[in-house]
């Protein structure tokens, strides 16, 4: 079992930046992608950004969703037990709770994914980014 849990969600002006942690602890024999899903109020769940942690290449893959390619950034440390997502140029659709996962990596180029449909494997508990006009 995977346990994740995200920290550095909160409040920001348009324009303004924000780095999302996400801390991975546990153990699963599954392989899978580190990445990001953001679920804004009355919308089904969509994937931001995911990362290939089992690749054996020092460069790991990455893959964004079209409205955040450019602004966002996901990266891991060396440990590759601290996921981050770094925010910038941020806009108010991008106001949403934010989850850490840890998903088959097929799932980040597809979405979004209603509340009875979302992808099997590990969720953290999700923090809020409020983006303001």
């Known amino acids: 079992q995977l346990q994740l849990v995200e920290s550095g969600g909160g409040s920001v002006q348009t324009g303004g930046s924000l780095r999302l942690s996400c801390a991975k602890s546990?153990?699963?024999?599954?392989?899978?992608?580190m990445g990001w899903f953001r679920q804004a109020a009355g919308k089904d769940r969509e994937a931001v950004a995911g990362?290939?942690?089992?690749?054996?290449?020092?460069?790991?893959?990455?893959v964004y969703a079209a409205s955040v390619k450019g602004r966002f950034t996901i990266s891991q440390n060396n440990a590759k037990n601290t996921l981050y997502l770094q925010m910038n140029s941020l806009k108010p659709d991008d106001t949403a709770i934010y989850y850490c996962?840890?998903?088959?990596?097929?799932?980040?180029?597809?979405?979004?994914?209603?509340?009875?449909?979302?992808?099997?494997?590990?969720w953290g508990q999700g923090t809020q980014v409020t983006v303001s006009s």
């Open positions: 996962a840890a998903v088959a990596c097929a799932y980040y180029s597809n979405g979004p994914y209603p509340k009875d449909r979302l992808p099997k494997g590990f």
């Open positions: 546990g153990y699963t024999a599954n392989s899978y992608c």
């Open positions: 990362i290939d942690s089992d690749s054996r290449d020092s460069i790991s893959s990455t």
